[in-house]
């Protein structure tokens, strides 16, 4: 299964990857900026849209559709 960032590159473990909006965390004031660099991503196995990842030390999963590889 192939997990695509949303200009259709795919996507593997420990790439880096940037969110094309600003993207507000639920249940958190966090908010992760457009462009912001976010690296070592991991690929959720059974799942292609979502990927999990660490931000300012915290672990979330994205959705790839507001992702762009770096």
């Known amino acids: 299964m192939d997990v695509k960032d949303s200009s259709g590159n795919i996507l593997c473990d420990g ?3 940037k969110p094309n909006k600003d993207l507000k965390v ?3 004031s966090m908010v992760i900026k457009r ?3 976010i ?3 991991k690929i959720i196995e059974d799942n292609e849209k ?21």
């Open 15 to 17: 790439d880096a990857v």
């Open 26 to 28: 639920k249940g958190s």
């Open 35 to 37: 462009g912001t660099v």
């Open 39 to 41: 690296k070592k991503i």
């Open 50 to 70: 979502e990927i999990e990842c660490r931000v300012d030390g915290v672990e979330l999963k994205l959705e790839v559709r507001w992702l762009q590889k770096v």
